[in-house]
């Protein structure tokens, strides 16, 4: 389990084999080390990624995602958009989290590297200026009394325009039987 703290300005995290170093000042990685075999199987799982605390409602798009591929040979960018939230509970406790949405690119690289990209996982993630404010809020009694009040109209209205458009379509059949216009 990975747990990480993150400064709220856009940045990025990556995921990427062999052994990573600065050169020129500039994050490089060496893979040469990795085999033909050992390159040709790449999979990851992303069991829980979450960029703050779990609310009630909660989904995460990235979720218990897994992914089999037959080559190391892919760039695999997700960029992410995060999103702040106010999450305030029936009881008046306020808890401030984090909601984001996804883009998933995959691009193939040379296993060379270079300009073309680096094998890995890669995560591009950029905080809204906007926020989400969600609040609990439970229903009174009358407020379900109008909600089933509405619901059983609702039935009511629907089955009589079934019944109506049955009545008149029979109505019009039988007359023109009754004419002979149908056989």
């Known amino acids: 389990q990975l747990r990480s703290q993150l400064v709220e300005v856009a940045g ?3 995921f990427a084999p062999g052994r990573s170093f600065t050169q020129s000042h500039v994050h490089v990685h ?3 080390i990795l085999t033909e075999k050992l390159s040709s199987i790449f ?3 992303i069991n829980f ?3 703050g605390d779990h609310y009630p409602g909660f989904t995460n798009p990235l979720d218990n995602l897994k992914v089999n591929v037959e080559e190391l040979s892919h760039m695999y960018t997700y ?3 995060i999103v702040p939230t106010t999450y ?4 008046g406790s306020v808890l401030h989290t984090n909601q984001f949405s996804v ?6 690289t040379a296993l060379s590297g270079g300009h073309e990209g680096l094998p890995g996982i890669f995560f591009n993630y950029d905080i809204n200026p906007i926020m989400v404010w969600i609040k609990e809020n439970d229903k009174s009694f009358i407020q379900f009394i109008t909600n089933l009040c509405a619901i059983v109209g609702g039935i009511f209205t629907v089955s009589s325009l079934i019944d109506s458009l049955i009545y008149h379509s029979s109505k019009v059949v039988l007359e023109k039987l009754e004419a002979g216009k149908l056989s």
Do not use: G
């Open 79 to 81: 960029y992410v958009k």
């Open 88 to 91: 305030v509970k029936l009881n």
């Open 43 to 45: 999979h990851y799982f």
């Open 30 to 32: 060496d893979y040469s």
């Open 12 to 14: 990025n995290f990556h």
């Open 103 to 108: 883009t998933k690119y995959i691009k193939p």
């Open 49 to 51: 990624l979450a960029f």
